[in-house]
């Protein structure tokens, strides 16, 4: 069972990145899935979760407005479009499967981890 997160690297304050996690090994269409962040120094944090069929979404304060999450089950993937980034979105990525049908934002119901991707905001 594998996570794969890509789609990080640098851009400027105000840029756009999209995000994508592609999942293996197993479907995660009956799952919700989040993506959570980790800058340095600072504790993991949630940033967005969507619900198994995609029809529900949830976001950290942070995010909302500015970041979009979306899944397509036919390819087990999930998206995270984040525009208007900003500096302190500065991070480590890490896309989630839950053991939850709902979303959550609670990183201990989250029993599938991706690997992280960098993403760093910096002019």
């Known amino acids: 069972v594998q996570l794969q997160a890509s789609g990080g690297g640098p851009v400027q304050p105000g840029g756009s990145l999209r995000l994508s996690c592609a999942a293996s090994?197993?479907?995660?269409?009956?799952?919700?899935m989040g993506w959570f962040r980790q800058a340095p120094g600072k504790e993991r944090e949630f940033v967005a979760a969507i619900t198994w069929r995609g029809g529900g979404t949830s976001y950290a304060d942070a995010a909302k407005g500015r970041f979009t999450i979306a899944r397509d089950n036919a390819k087990d993937t999930i998206y995270l479009q984040m525009n208007s980034l900003k500096p302190e979105d500065t991070a480590v990525y890490y896309c989630?499967?839950?053991?939850?049908?709902?979303?959550?934002?609670?990183?201990?119901?989250?029993?599938?981890w991706g690997q992280g991707t960098q993403v760093t905001v910096s002019s």
């Open positions: 989630a499967s839950s053991s939850m049908m709902y979303s959550t934002s609670r990183s201990e119901l989250y029993n599938y």
């Open positions: 090994g197993r479907s995660f269409s009956s799952y919700s």
